[in-house]
């Protein structure tokens, strides 16, 4: 997507939020933030001085009326689950079945909408949660390497100030032997007009935009060398990022 030609042109003296390239540029400007564009692995991003305080932030996220049994939310989030539920499917076809998968829902909010689906029929998996703000008290879960057989995180990485440092913590709680990351969040894509028409860009607490070619340089650099990351697209808005042990 090519940065908006109206945009004021302006050296910066900050790097990509995501890759920590210092090769960015002025992407788009509305009435209250500006927009900057990764050209190494086309990240969106709110420079820091836009960030709000973790007071302002979790006032907005008190906003929330995501409660458990409201169909209309849990088909959203189905939209994560459906897949996973594919990938195990898949891995039980494969002659890798996995008694009671484990998992943890991160950033789950204050109400675990999502680890509560995962943890009922048809799924029955085995649910930890972890956030931030609300289950600050589970923060051990981060320090499990190796444990998980999936995380998920829904709504979550469009908030993250240091994304890679998150996705790197979640990648070593993951099992290399057969593991998968599910990350759902609006990828950027399409025209300049279409960006500043996107709904995503209202919310304040929303700084970092993640493109498809964003996923794929995370796949590229997430893994150790004894492991691989397949990314694998689901719709607009969902990506499986697979988790091998590395052929010798």
């Known amino acids: 997507m090519e940065p908006d ?3 004021e042109k302006k050296r910066v003296s900050f790097v990509c939020r995501l890759c920590a390239s210092p090769s960015v540029t002025l992407f788009y400007t509305d009435r209250t933030r500006e927009y900057f564009q990764c050209n190494h692995c086309s990240l969106v991003f709110v420079p820091d001085r836009f960030l709000l305080s973790s007071a302002d932030e979790k006032a907005l996220y008190d906003l929330h009326q995501n409660i458990p049994g ?5 088909k959203f989030l189905s939209r994560a689950a459906e ?3 594919e990938y195990f499917s898949s891995m039980q076809n494969s002659g890798k079945p996995l008694s009671q998968p484990k998992g943890l829902d991160f950033g789950c909010g204050p109400a675990p909408v999502l680890a509560n689906m995962l943890s009922n029929p048809p799924y029955n998996y085995s649910m930890d ?3 931030l703000y609300y289950f600050p008290e589970t923060r051990h879960c981060l320090t499990r390497e190796s444990y998980y057989d999936f995380i998920v995180a ?3 990485v469009e908030h993250l100030q240091d994304p890679m440092s998150v ?3 979640l990648w070593r709680c993951i099992r290399p ?3 998968v990351l599910v990350i759902m969040t609006k990828r950027v894509h399409g025209t300049i007009e279409r960006f500043r028409g996107w709904h995503y860009i209202r919310d304040p607490s929303h700084i970092t935009f993640f493109h498809s070619e964003s996923f794929q340089w995370i796949a590229n650099s997430l893994p150790s060398s004894g492991d691989t990351c397949e990314a694998r697209f689901v719709g607009t808005d ?3 990022l697979v988790k091998r042990i590395r052929a010798s």
């Open 5 to 7: 030609p109206h945009a």
């Open 83 to 85: 897949p996973l539920a």
């Open 238 to 240: 969902v990506v499986l």
């Open 177 to 179: 032997d057969g593991g």
């Open 129 to 131: 949660v972890y956030d």
């Open 154 to 156: 829904t709504e979550v």
């Open 167 to 169: 996705l790197q913590t």
């Open 70 to 74: 409201d169909a209309r939310y849990e």
